[in-house]
């Protein structure tokens, strides 16, 4: 497995960017597809975005398609999610994960290792 940290979460208005990066200790890193999850509170945690092993390949949630981005640099072991255009819908602590399905995965239970999470609060 690998050990994961998240970072780049703050409160901002509706309308404006932030740029999450998450980065995983580990030699495997560039083996993994990575995902970006997201909980609310009195919700269920959610996919977000996903990225396969390699950085060509990304799927994303309906509500984020369009406004987020995923990409990762396996020569830093870090993968980042780019939001933009951020609604107070929005606002959720965000989790990074790992899963040994190189080609990436959008179900939570195939990730086996996650960050602590970064909070992210968009105001109206």
């Known amino acids: 497995q690998v050990q994961l940290v998240e970072s780049g979460g703050g409160l901002v208005q509706a309308g404006d960017s932030l740029r999450l990066s998450c980065t995983a200790s580990?030699?495997?890193?560039?083996?993994?597809?990575m995902g970006w999850f997201r909980q609310a509170p009195g919700k269920e945690r959610e996919f977000v975005a996903g990225?396969?092993?390699?950085?060509?390949?990304?799927g994303y949630a309906d509500s984020v398609k369009g406004r987020f981005t995923i990409s990762r640099d396996n020569a830093r072991n870090t993968v980042y999610l780019q939001m933009n255009n951020l609604k107070p819908e929005d606002t959720a602590v965000y989790y990074c994960?790992?899963?040994?399905?190189?080609?990436?995965?959008?179900?939570?239970?195939?990730?086996?290792?996650w960050g602590q999470g970064t909070q992210v609060t968009v105001s109206s």
């Open positions: 994960a790992a899963t040994r399905y190189s080609k990436g995965s959008r179900n939570l239970p195939n990730f086996g290792s």
């Open positions: 580990g030699r495997l890193f560039s083996s993994y597809g």
């Open positions: 990225i396969d092993f390699s950085g060509r390949n990304t």
